[in-house]
């Protein structure tokens, strides 16, 4: 089945740096990648997903590149404020059935004022 | 249009008790998936249901249950508690084989179970 690993584990900038976090993927034929992020007991919410068929995507001060070949995807948040302070999930998954997603552990980012 | 919501909140069981949590989808979803979250770790995938069947199972035991309803709500069950089923179960509705942005899960507030 398909593994997920993400790095780093925990991860603390400035307010105004920028922050990456990377994921890799094992299954070939996995072709949707989310992101998403927790706030401390609350639900993982969707921040920004990529389909393989698309290189980049950017949404405001968010990024997501993937590169197929090595199977590695990563997370780019610019500019960092304190409200972006939260648990952020890479995950895996067939386009045709995002419910079924593998997660990596998880990065928490700490972004001090 | 409501999101995903999910029964109880919180839930405290003893060893060897049975739980059904509860799980109702984003209006005009079709597909239930469930996913056990431990303390510190990534959601793990324990099943997903469509048009009332298992569609896929994770690498969970078959005291992990499941059931989805005519109007695709559905609910877990978990027999013969252990002490590591403590966790945050979560609920995640998407639509089946949709256009546009229907590949996109949405998950419930989770319910955090606990095993004395």
């Known amino acids: 089945g398909e593994n997920v690993e993400q790095h780093p584990s925990t991860l603390s900038v400035q307010e105004g740096d920028s922050a990456v976090i990377k994921c890799t993927y094992s299954?070939?034929?996995?072709?949707?990648f989310p992101w998403y992020k927790q706030e401390l007991g609350k639900r993982p919410q969707l921040i920004i997903d990529i389909r393989s068929n698309v290189g980049e995507k950017k949404d405001q001060r968010i990024a997501v590149t993937l590169n197929k070949t090595a199977k590695h995807f990563s997370l780019h948040i610019t500019e960092t404020q304190p409200e972006d302070s939260a648990v952020y999930f890479c995950?895996?998954?067939?386009?045709?059935?995002?419910?079924?997603?593998?997660f990596g552990d998880g990065t928490t980012l700490t972004v001090k004022p | 249009d409501a999101g995903v919501t999910q029964s109880p909140t919180h839930l405290i069981k003893t060893r060897g008790q049975q739980v059904t949590l509860r799980c109702s989808p984003k209006s005009g979803h079709d597909t239930v998936s469930w996913y056990q979250q431990a303390l510190g770790q990534g959601p793990q995938f324990i099943f997903q249901?469509?048009?009332?069947?298992?569609?896929q199972r994770g690498n969970f035991p078959d005291r992990f249950s499941g059931h989805q309803f005519p109007n695709y709500s559905s609910e877990l069950n978990v027999n013969a508690l252990l002490l590591g089923d403590s966790a945050l179960y979560l609920c995640?509705?998407?639509?089946?084989?949709?256009?546009?942005?229907?590949?996109?899960?949405?998950f419930g507030p989770g319910t955090r179970l606990t095993v004395l």
């Open positions: 299954d070939s034929a996995s072709n949707y």
């Open positions: 249901y469509y048009e009332e069947e298992e569609r």
């Open positions: 995950a895996a998954s067939m386009f045709t059935n995002a419910g079924k997603s593998t």
């Open positions: 995640a509705s998407s639509l089946a084989m949709g256009p546009g942005d229907s590949d996109t899960q949405y």
